[in-house]
C-alpha cells in the first residue's frame, strides 16, 4: 500500500485555532479517505483520522441522539445520562467520537502522518508565496522529496 495523492485544504491562517487543515488521502490510485485533520497539538503537529459522533438511542422514541445530550432531539423527552464510576469527564468526552477508518499498525499510522505532515509543509510553503492565497493544493507523493541521509 502506498500513498499516492494527499491533497491540503489549509483553514484560516488565525494562530489561536488548532484544526490547521483537512487532509484527502488516496491510496494505490484506487482507494480514498477524506477529513483526515492536521491539528496542532501541545507537542506539535499531529494527523487524527475521521470519526464520527456516537449516537444512542431515546428510550421514548427511539430517535437517535448524540451521545450526551441531555433532551431528545424528536420528542423533548429527558435522556438519561449513563454514570459510570471511576470515568473522568475527559476520558467520556473522548468516547463521544468513533473512528470512521484508521490504522491498524503503528508503522501504517507513521508512514501515513509522514506523508500527510510532508504535503501539508509544503502546502504551507507554497501558499506563503505572493500572490497566493489559502486553498487546496494536490501533491502527488513523487513531488516530495525525500531527506538525504548521507552527510
Known amino acids: 500500500m502506498e500513498v499516492t495523492e494527499v491533497r491540503v485544504f489549509l483553514r484560516n491562517k488565525d494562530s489561536n485555532k488548532k484544526l490547521k ?45 448524540v451521545v450526551r445530550s441531555n433532551y431528545c432531539n424528536q420528542c423533548g423527552a429527558v435522556v438519561e445520562q449513563a454514570v459510570r464510576s471511576g470515568i473522568s469527564a475527559e476520558d467520556s468526552r473522548q468516547n463521544e467520537h468513533k473512528d470512521i477508518a484508521h490504522p491498524i499498525t503503528p508503522e501504517c499510522r507513521e508512514y501515513i502522518q509522514k506523508k500527510v505532515l510532508e504535503a501539508y509543509e509544503e502546502s504551507i510553503g507554497s501558499s506563503q508565496t505572493p500572490g497566493s492565497s489559502v486553498r487546496d493544493d494536490i501533491v502527488a507523493v513523487g513531488d516530495i522529496e525525500e531527506e538525504d541521509t548521507e552527510i
Open 21 to 65: 487543515a483537512y487532509v484527502t488521502v488516496t491510496f494505490d490510485d484506487c482507494f480514498v479517505v477524506r477529513d483526515v485533520k492536521v491539528i496542532e497539538g501541545s507537542k506539535g503537529l499531529f494527523v487524527a483520522m475521521p470519526s464520527a459522533k456516537m449516537k444512542t438511542n431515546c428510550p421514548k422514541c427511539a430517535h437517535r441522539n
